[in-house]
Nanobody, 124 residues
């Protein structure tokens, strides 16, 4: 079992930045792929960033490419999501996820463990 806890969400003005952190406990983090997903009211959950176990592969959709960066520190069992130039449409609950699957990095079904989510609100 892996427990994931996200921190770093909050209210920020458009154009601002936030860094989300996801701390894992229970098992070593190095064996898992990691991802960040978000879900806005009335919308489906979508992947905004993901990284393979080795860190050699990353996924960033076009909606966030150039603005969001995913990174991981396996020594601290932590994954980060740096979000710059935030837009009101980035407002959502952001979830950290980890898993073993070999499906596409963006596939939410490929993640077995999920955090409780952290709210990000971007005001215009």
């Amino acid at each position: 079992q892996v427990q994931l806890v996200e921190t770093g969400g909050g209210l920020v003005q458009a154009g601002g930045s936030l860094r989300l952190s996801c701390a894992a406990s229970g098992r070593t983090f190095i064996n898992y792929r990691v991802g960040w997903f978000r879900q806005a009211p009335g919308k489906e959950r979508e992947c905004v960033a993901a990284m393979s176990r080795s860190g050699g592969l990353t996924y960033l959709p076009s909606s966030v490419k150039g603005r969001f960066t995913i990174s991981r520190d396996n020594t601290k069992n932590t994954v980060y999501l740096q979000m710059n130039t935030l837009k009101p449409e980035d407002t959502a609950v952001y979830y950290c996820a980890a898993g073993f699957s070999l499906t596409a990095l963006s596939d939410s079904d490929g993640y077995e463990y999920w955090g409780q989510g952290t709210q990000v609100t971007v005001s215009s």
